[in-house]
Every structure is written in structure tokens, then in C-alpha cells.
């Protein structure tokens, strides 16, 4: 399939997606009969028609529920069967319920669709972000990206200590004893901090598969490709908590007393939608930390074995 005729059929999904899509009306425009239609594009995006148009409505469903809409006016307004159906599928793609979504999720803009060059080149570049070796790069990317943070309190001369411990589950924790991100007990402050530091939005695997390199990449973008990650700020004789699923805050912020600690902590599980069954390594964690920490004196950067 071309790129011309894929564009259209991508466009037809969008102008159509308030609507059930009939896979016959998607053949007629790219002239192939349903069958090889749903072939081709499965080849040329990397997932099938149904599912292409599952995540569509879904992405879309994210901007109406922050334009303040109802959940189940939502579910109909994208021709899902039932609230329940809607609600299952949301949950099932986002990691966080739509009531969720809607509450905590600061901004989100549907994504576009990247349009294949040609066919070749789209199945080399899906292979090559996708191959085992890309995938844990990536996602030790995740974990060094808050190693930089750190690091960077350490040079400051606010950190000593910092200890990565990889967990079961292929979850790893990373703390430090610096400053702990400026959070106060203004509720409504600290929530800004957050949004602006942290807070993402959820990342499909169709998104991923278009990303480049994750080097430097925003500690939002991090969280939102986290299936799971929980963060303890310690400052001012506070303890400040929160959970993310996919960059969604689960809840208001946690406040609680804790005098003369000051630190972060985050415990972090990548997304096993998209990282699939990658593991961690100590000894790539343990080989950048050495590289990148040469500059500071009198750290203490250690990385403690998994725990089985």
C-alpha cells in the first residue's frame, strides 16, 4: 500500500471517529479487497485495522474527558458498545480508569500519525526500535534519566549518596540524599511542580515505535513510559508521595511528617507493553554510573543486586 492511499485511509479513520468504521468502507478507498487491505496495513503500521482504530478513538477520548465530558458520554460519543466496554478498553490501553484520567491528567494532545516513507523502510525502522538489544537500551534510558538528577545534586555539592537497588519484578529504586524537589505543603503549588517536572501522558507502543533516541529525554516522557512508578520527595520535615501509572497521577499528593530527612526516592517499573520481557542489568547500570560519575568527589554511588 502506498503512502498516498495509506494517508487517506488514516484520514478517513480521524474524520470518522465518532462513528462505528466499517473495514469494507476502508477497502473501497484503498481499492483492495478487505482481506488484503487488512494485510497490508498490518504489514505497514505493525498492528491491525481493528486495533489501529481501537487507539484512535481512545487517544481521542483523552481530549474529550479533558474538555470536561462525561465518562459515559464519552464511551458513546466514540461508539463504543457499552460504558463498561469503553472503560475496560481504556483501562486496558492506559493503565489508569477514565475517571482517573480525567481527574489528574494535567494536558494531552492527540498525536499524530507519522505516515510511512515506503513500506521497506517503515518495516526496517519497526524491526530496528523494536529488536531485543533497542529495547533494553531504552529502557535503561528510563533509569539514567533520573540518575542524572542526582548526579547533578551531587555536583552541586547537596548530594553524598546514591543507592540503585534493581527489585523483583524488574522494578528498580533510586535514592538519593539531596534536596528533594522544591515541594511545600501548598497543595496546589506542589502540584504545579509536579505537572511541570513529572507528569506525562500515556505513550502507545504505535508512539514508541516512532520516537527516536531516548537520550535526553524529558523525565515526563520517562514517566509516561513507566507502567508503574512511585516517587517520596523528603524536604523541609516533610515526606511528600505520589504514584503514576503511564505519567497519570493515581491520586492527590500525600503529606506527611518526617523532620530531618531530606532525599528522593523513585521506584519505577517499565512498561511491559512496550519493553516486553527486557531485564535490567547491574552491570550496564553499574558500568554508566562509573563513567559518569568520575567528576565527583566523595560520592557514594552504590548498586545493589537484584532481590529474589
Known sequence: MNSEMLEKVLAYIDNHICEKINLCDLSEIAAYSPFYFSKLFSE??????????????????IASLLEGQKVLDVAL???????????RSFKQLFGSTPSTVK?????????????PITF????????????????????????????????????????????????????????????GMPLSKDLQASKIVLEKILAGSPITNLEYSQMGDLVQA??????????????????????????????????DLQISDLPHVTGTEIILKPDTMIFGDALFSQTIICDWIEVNS?????LNADVLGCVR
Open 218 to 251: 524529558s523525565l515526563q516522557t520517562v514517566n509516561s513510559l513507566c507502567e508503574a512508578l512511585h516517587i517520596s520527595v523528603y524536604r523541609d520535615g516533610n515526606k511528600f508521595q505520589q504514584d503514576y501509572v503511564r505519567g497519570v497521577a493515581q491520586h
Open 120 to 179: 521497506d523502510n517503515r518495516k526496517r525502522m519497526s524491526m530496528e526500535k523494536l529488536c531485543s538489544d533497542n529495547l533494553q537500551y531504552d529502557m535503561h534510558q528510563l533509569v539514567f534519566e533520573f540518575l542524572k538528577q542526582s548526579l547533578e545534586e551531587a555536583r552541586a555539592g547537596y548530594c553524598t549518596t546514591i543507592t540503585v537497588s534493581l527489585l523483583p519484578d524488574n522494578r528498580v529504586k533510586i535514592s538519593d540524599n539531596g534536596r
Open 44 to 61: 505497514t503500521m505493525g498492528m491491525p485495522v481493528t486495533g489501529y482504530i481501537r487507539i484512535r478513538k481512545l487517544q481521542y477520548a
Open 294 to 298: 568520575k567528576d565527583i568527589h566523595d
Open 103 to 115: 481527574k489528574y491528567l494535567a494536558s494531552y494532545t492527540v498525536p499524530e500519525c507519522v505516515i
Open 77 to 87: 460519543l466514540y461508539a463504543f458498545d457499552s460504558h463498561e466496554g469503553f472503560t
